[in-house]
Each structure stands twice: as structure tokens, then as C-alpha cells.
């Protein structure tokens, strides 16, 4: 694997990783992030108050606005956690 190619897998995982937080932690608060989302006037306004409610970039958000309600069971959750981990400890490896 080229250096090219290792530096794009690398920034790939980045950007999943930094969505999967954003899941985690909009599952984790999903007592607040619904009624933002309940209470926005249309999509373009739940993708802009999802972020500002998170602190996480639109990217993010729009992931968390296509949450399936299935990730909101303790299954999904679990898997979503455990996805989570296993990128991070990848991406903090040495090499």
C-alpha cells in the first residue's frame, strides 16, 4: 500500500469515526435531539440545528438526521458503540 493510499484510508476512517460519534452521542441525547428535529421547520433547519445543539460538523448531522429508528433499540446502539471503538482503537494504532 502506497503512502497515497494508506494517508485517503486514513482520512476515511477520520470521517467515519467522526460520524459514528456524532450517532453515539446523538443517541446517548436523544431526549434533546428530537424535539430539535421535531421542531424545525423543514430538513435544511433540523441540519442546521442538529450541529449547533452537538457541536458537530453537517456532514455529521445529516447522518444523524438518516438515523433509522432500529439504531435506537439497545442492539443497534451497542453496535453503533462497538463500531465506534474498534475505528478508534484501528486509527490510534502505532504504523
Known amino acids: ?17 467522526m460520524i459514528l460519534a456524532a450517532i453515539d452521542e446523538s443517541l446517548r441525547r436523544h431526549a434533546e435531539v428530537l424535539p430539535v428535529i421535531i421542531g ?18 453537517e456532514i455529521a448531522a445529516v447522518a444523524v438526521l438518516d438515523l433509522q429508528w432500529n439504531r435506537l433499540t439497545e442492539a443497534g446502539r451497542a ?12 486509527l490510534n494504532a502505532p504504523g
Open 1 to 17: 500500500m502506497t503512502t497515497d493510499d494508506e494517508q485517503v484510508r486514513r482520512h476515511n476512517a477520520e470521517q467515519r469515526l
Open 40 to 57: 424545525a421547520t423543514d430538513r435544511e433547519a433540523a441540519r442546521a440545528a442538529v450541529p449547533e445543539l452537538l457541536g458537530i460538523e
Open 79 to 90: 453496535a453503533i458503540a462497538a463500531d465506534r471503538a474498534q475505528l478508534e482503537a484501528s
